[in-house]
Nanobody, 123 residues
């Protein structure tokens, strides 16, 4: 079992930055690939970014490429998503998720989920 807790969301003006954190506890964190997803009101949950179990591979949705950076600190059992140049369309609940080893973009392939953190970008 892996427990995930997101933090770092909030209200930010367009053009601003945020760093989201996802703290993991439970089973061996280092064997899990981590993904960030988001869900805006009335929309489906979508993949934002992912990082492989070793931290050597990262993946980004086109919508955040160049504005987002995903990283992980194995010692702290934490994964981060740094977002800059935020836009109102980035407003959503952001979730982190875990699956063994490799990143995939399909949310159905992730085994564990956090409760989400709200990000609101004002124009």
């Amino acid at each position: 079992q892996v427990q995930l807790v997101e933090s770092g969301g909030g209200l930010v003006q367009a053009g601003g930055s945020l760093r989201l954190s996802c703290a993991a506890s439970g089973r061996t964190f280092s064997v899990y690939a981590m993904g960030w997803f988001r869900q805006a009101p009335g929309k489906e949950r979508e993949f934002v970014a992912g990082i492989g179990w070793s931290g050597g591979s990262t993946y980004y949705a086109d919508s955040v490429k160049g504005r987002g950076t995903i990283s992980r600190d194995i010692a702290k059992n934490t994964v981060y998503l740094q977002m800059s140049s935020l836009k109102p369309e980035d407003t959503a609940v952001y979730y982190c998720a875990a699956r063994k080893f490799f990143v995939v973009t399909s949310l159905n392939e992730y085994e564990y989920w956090g409760q989400g953190t709200q990000v609101t970008v004002s124009s």
